[in-house]
């Protein structure tokens, strides 16, 4: 891939994650389980995520080590593969913990192309 088709791929990761960030706000981690459109949005929200760091080349992977890229597409596979042993715990923690920091690492890298 490009650098312009990264900068693009980037960009639709972070709109993600501060989307699943978004949503997240006024939620509480019980609401993964009893409210099945925010549980199915949150986790739509991660394979996107994951689904896009996919498509960030090589080289952009191994430039900026500091983002999980193999964690975060690791991440998506599960869910795709896995969805019917999806861990709430695990899901709440990625948007409402590590989906912060990567946003402000994505940010970095988004305004830095």
Do not use: C
Not at 20 to 40: N, Q, W
Not at 44 to 52: D, N, R, S, T
Not at 104 to 112: E, G, R, S
């Amino acid at each position: 891939m490009s650098r312009l088709d990264d900068s693009i791929t980037l960009r639709q990761m972070l709109d993600h994650v501060e989307e699943a960030v978004a949503l997240s706000k006024g939620h509480k981690r019980e609401d993964i389980e009893t409210d099945r459109v925010f549980f199915l949005a949150m986790l739509k929200l991660v394979e996107i995520v994951g689904e896009a760091a996919t498509r960030i080349s090589e080289p952009m992977q191994t430039a900026h080590p500091e983002i999980p890229w193999r964690e975060i597409i690791g991440t998506r596979n599960h869910l795709i593969h896995g969805y019917d042993a999806v861990d709430y715990n695990i899901l709440w923690e990625i948007v409402t913990g590590d989906f912060v920091p990567l946003a402000l690492q994505l940010k970095a890298l988004v305004t830095k192309g």
